[in-house]
């Protein structure tokens, strides 16, 4: 991997993630029939909280500046272990898959602890929610991989996207579609999307990532969203990368090819925000074992 | 050389309460004094390491002097070298952390025995690592054994540390009749109690010989059916003697594990298999029950067997890539465990160090009447922060590489396997992230309820930080996370001797197995990015933004006891894990009148193994022997009568045997 191509890599992760809210934001709102904001209307909010000032509560120590700042730390280096446009992620090795699961860990790590240090019982429960919500998730996801691992006999995220995808699907089709499945709905719940999360709801007792971040205000609050934006970012890069197998080509016809990916599995993103409500709490634990289910499946199927 | 800087180091150790003895009852220099041979005893142990690890120098020495007609032999290759050193280094720690802890001024009765007893735990275990000979190894163990049971009950004042400490008691005797009854199954066998390899011994015989000997040990490591001791002597005992019982005593019941195995040939499939799904099931409930406790050091004491769990199931890849012939998996397996065993035995003695300064500096172990240390107590708080961070398993700390060993291992087993066990290794992958997702719930819960938010009670309020001697403990440990997080290369010399002396026949290359470069690569860039935040907190000059209340919607009257406690931050997760843990509520009730009496809600989670299990069936023996009791005449003679009995009736059956 050249400079040039960690660079371009590089320069995704920390540009692009907006974008892709700001397409499920606006599919949402054309299924509603509403015409939405803008699609660059993320950049804008961003650019609105760097400037403002930041307020913080007196209770809060050291831990609550350092959730949103590892939340980002930790989603750009777990970027850097997925191949976006490219074979070769700049950052790979065997079992790498592990760092990219534990990364998002440490992140979650931080921004549980950033929200208990305000000391407001609603970000406590938020907390709680989430640490309950990705304790289950974390098994589906290592099971989704599991399966791409199995398929491949290669323990590398680069070996298992990088190199035939497309001829998988034909061969290994039932796999590999319960894995993405599985996948999909990890993505949904890490993201905290409908149907686990509204980001847009606005009553504290029902939230889970947004009444984490209440007491977030000016840059912080923006690194919050920046490094939420990237999360989904990356884990939806995973699953593109699955789904649509990249083209050989020049360069910029790959990095297309991996953009547009992306951007339309916010679309799908968005379709299912629009179409279903939420789940009721108590039923998310089901659906999260549910998907580890899909995988554990997907692995029967494989080991002979 | 080597094994003689090991004797001398296992000798100071042993010794380093005796100053102690000869001095005033309340002088600080007994302390002081057996703080710093302890520290030289680690210096002495790490340097035999040392020679061991990286020239090589593995050597056996005999003792000039017969013992029962025996030659007793004691040696120093790569598996003894690799546990000495924590042995030697955490407990020298712990002492250094007890100059202030327990100091013989405020604990005038029990400072002096207390001391005795902790370097005696040092030194006995030092001399199990180092035996080469039945005999040594069983007085090592024993006086290890025993040594910690008079450390547990240093505060024998108290109701529930005698209860604990016997119940230690019962645990250990048991495991001590388990391994003689080992050595004299592998004594009948061909005649030796000398600890060497006997590969010509068959698939029956050192099936059941390592059976044997595996109840004995993972009594003492605390695997989650023998775990039964493990979690009222870790919250009863003073806080550095837990922080060694958790860090060492527990590894040593893991070293016999390993060595017993290393000194058998390959066992059958499904041993490695036991010992894998023992390793998961203790992962995965012991870090459930953790997620249920409501007491500190109860909570870290069902991390160690969620930690013993998570490094049997690296023994069991090892067993089970012996067996099959995978060297990869083998390797892989054996060295997780292995620095899981230094890795658990760092965090896990900070974790409970920083517990300590919080007990001592505001007076309670109680999750929910603690919060907001991290403004009082700084520095515990970041000590403590670290080690949470370490035990979940989280980059860039040294838990990870660890976790990613036994990770790594797993994966090849279920490539390289296929079939029923290809499908075991997948789910001890699915286990292994459960574990990890659920400890770093039951971290954040711990760290964020005690350190974090407003102080629950005055005396949490009213809390300042520790003596700088804790610190300086604290400082240590933490500092040894970090460096093998972030270069855990410096490991690999002493855990590819200790592979070699686990199986001769197999050359490891770890450094080709394991991914320690890109670990060291990803951990510095978690440490720039950690840098290059606090450099822009610092530019933004955070520390002096606008500062108003937490967002309480409006409400008026906000009061700390309205923060979210750990029990409801866990309550979704032990609702999860219900059908296994079986938590006891005593709902509140608020009378049946218009008016609502005062209510109180109640809750605990008694641990099966011993509330549920050990205790009735103990309780229903005593109650079934009564009529034994007859025999029990309280008269000297009727006694000696009985003694003469029994050794006539031993040698008529010895000549019966004979003839």
């Known amino acids: ?304 | 050389m080597s094994v003689v800087l090991a004797l001398v180091a296992v000798a100071l150790a042993g010794a380093s309460g005796l100053p102690g003895l000869v001095l005033p009852r309340d002088d600080a220099a007994a302390d002081r004094s057996a703080a710093l041979l302890l520290g030289l005893a680690a210096l002495c142990g790490a340097a035999a390491t040392a020679l061991v690890a990286v020239a090589g120098a593995e050597q056996t020495l005999a003792l000039p002097w017969r013992v029962l007609g025996e030659r007793i032999e004691v040696g120093l290759d790569g598996l003894s070298a690799f546990f000495l050193l924590p042995t030697l280094g955490i407990a020298s720690v712990a002492s250094l952390y007890a100059v202030a802890y327990w100091p013989a001024r405020s604990h005038v009765r029990s400072a002096r025995r207390l001391r005795l007893a902790f370097g005696l735990i040092a030194g006995g275990a030092g001399l199990v690592v180092i035996a080469r000979h039945a005999f040594a190894f069983l007085a090592g163990w024993e006086i290890m054994a025993l040594a910690a049971f008079f450390s547990i009950t240093a505060e024998d004042e108290r109701d529930v540390v005698r209860r604990a400490g016997f119940i230690y008691l019962a645990c250990t005797r048991a495991s001590t009749l388990a391994l003689f009854g080992a050595f004299a199954a592998l004594h009948s066998v061909d005649a030796g109690f000398a600890l060497r390899a006997r590969p010509a011994l068959d698939l029956d015989t050192s099936r059941a010989l390592f059976g044997l000997a595996f109840v004995g040990f993972a009594l003492k490591a605390g695997a989650m059916p023998l775990h039964l001791w493990l979690p009222g002597a870790h919250a009863t005992a003073p806080t550095h003697v837990s922080a060694v019982l958790s860090g060492m005593l527990l590894k040593i019941g893991i070293y016999g594990i390993v060595r017993f195995a290393s000194l058998l040939p390959p066992l059958a499939v499904s041993d490695g298999v036991f010992v894998l799904v023992l390793g998961m099931a203790s992962a995965v409930l012991g870090v459930a029950f953790a997620l249920g406790q409501h007491e500190l050091k109860r909570l870290l004491a069902y991390h160690s067997v969620e930690n013993i769990g998570i490094i049997l199931m690296g023994v069991g890849l090892a067993l089970l890539g012996r067996t099959l012939g995978h060297p990869e998996v083998e390797q892989l397996g054996l060295a997780g465990a292995l620095l899981h065993v230094w890795n658990h035995a760092l965090f896990k003695a900070l974790l409970f160090l920083g517990a300590g300064s919080v007990i001592r500096q505001s007076a309670s172990g109680e999750i929910d009447r603690l919060g907001g240390l991290a403004r009082r107590l700084p520095l515990t708080a970041l000590a403590f922060g670290l080690g949470a961070v370490a035990i979940c398993g989280l980059p860039p700390l040294n838990g990870f590489v660890s976790e990613l060993l036994v990770y790594l291992g797993l994966l090849r087993a279920s490539l390289l396997t296929g079939g029923a066990l290809g499908l075991l290794a997948v789910s001890g992958v699915a286990a292994l992230a459960l574990v990890g997702g659920l400890a770093a719930a039951c971290f954040v819960k711990a760290f964020g309820v005690v350190f974090l938010g407003e102080p629950r009670t005055a005396a949490a309020a009213g809390a300042r930080e520790a003596p700088p001697v804790m610190l300086v403990a604290m400082a240590l440990l933490a500092l040894a996370c970090g460096v093998l997080g972030v270069a855990p290369q410096l490991a690999v010399p002493c855990l590819e001797a200790a592979i070699r002396s686990f199986d001769p026949g197999l050359a490891p290359r770890l450094r080709d197995a394991a991914p320690f470069g890109s670990i060291s690569i990803a951990a510095a860039g978690l440490l720039v990015s950690v840098v290059a935040m606090a450099a822009w907190a610092r530019w933004r000059r955070l520390r002096y933004a606008p500062r108003t209340v937490t967002w309480d919607c409006g409400y008026a009257a906000p009061s700390p006891r309205m923060q979210y406690t750990s029990s409801s931050f866990a309550a979704g997760l032990v609702g999860l894990f219900r059908w296994a843990l079986r938590p006891q509520l005593e709902a509140p009730h608020f009378g049946a009148g218009p008016f609502p009496l005062p209510a109180g809600l109640h809750t605990e989670l008694p641990d099966p193994v011993l509330d549920r299990l050990t205790l009735p069936a103990a309780r229903w023996l005593v109650h079934a022997s009564t009529w034994f009791r007859w025999v029990q005449r309280g008269r000297v003679h009727s006694y000696v009568f009985y003694i003469l009995v029994a050794i006539l009736v031993g040698f008529l059956a010895a000549r019966g045997g004979l003839g």
């Open chain 1, 1 to 304: 991997m050249s400079g040039v191509e960690t660079a371009v890599h590089l320069a995704v992760i920390l540009l692009v993630p907006p974008l892709l809210l700001g397409v499920i934001q606006r599919t949402k709102a054309r299924v509603a029939g509403r015409r939405g904001a803008p699609l660059l209307q993320p950049y804008y909010d961003l650019v609105k909280l760097a400037r403002k000032d930041v307020v913080l509560s007196r209770t809060t120590t050291w831990v609550f500046v350092a959730g949103p700042a590892v939340g980002v730390a930790t989603a750009v280096l777990a970027s850097l272990l997925v191949p976006f446009g490219e074979r070769v992620a700049p950052l790979s090795f065997a079992g790498d898959l592990v760092l990219f699961a534990y990364l998002f860990g440490l992140g979650r790590f931080f921004t549980v602890a950033a929200a208990l240090d305000t000391g407001s019982s609603f970000e406590g429960m938020g907390g709680a929610r989430e640490v309950t919500f990705s304790a289950l998730a974390e098994p589906a996801l290592f099971l989704a991989l599991l399966v791409l691992v199995t398929l491949h006999g290669n323990l590398s995220l680069s070996g298992v996207l990088g190199e035939d995808t497309g001829a998988r699907w034909v061969t290994a089709v039932a796999p590999v579609a319960l894995a993405s499945m599985s996948l999909f709905v990890v993505l949904l719940a890490e993201n905290s999307r409908i149907p686990f999360d509204d980001p847009t709801t606005h009553l504290e007792l029902t939230m889970i990532h947004e009444v984490m971040v209440l007491d977030h205000s000016g840059p912080l609050l923006g690194a919050v969203l920046w490094g939420a934006a990237q999360k989904l970012f990356v884990q939806s890069a995973l699953l593109a990368r699955i789904l649509v197998p990249l083209p050989d080509g020049p360069a910029p016809l790959r990095w297309a090819c991996f953009l547009a990916a992306v951007l339309a599995l916010g679309v799908v993103i968005g379709m299912v925000e629009a179409t279903m409500a939420r789940l009721r709490l108590r039923q998310v634990p089901m659906l999260l074992i549910a998907a580890s289910l899909l995988s554990a499946f997907g692995i029967v199927l494989l080991v002979r």
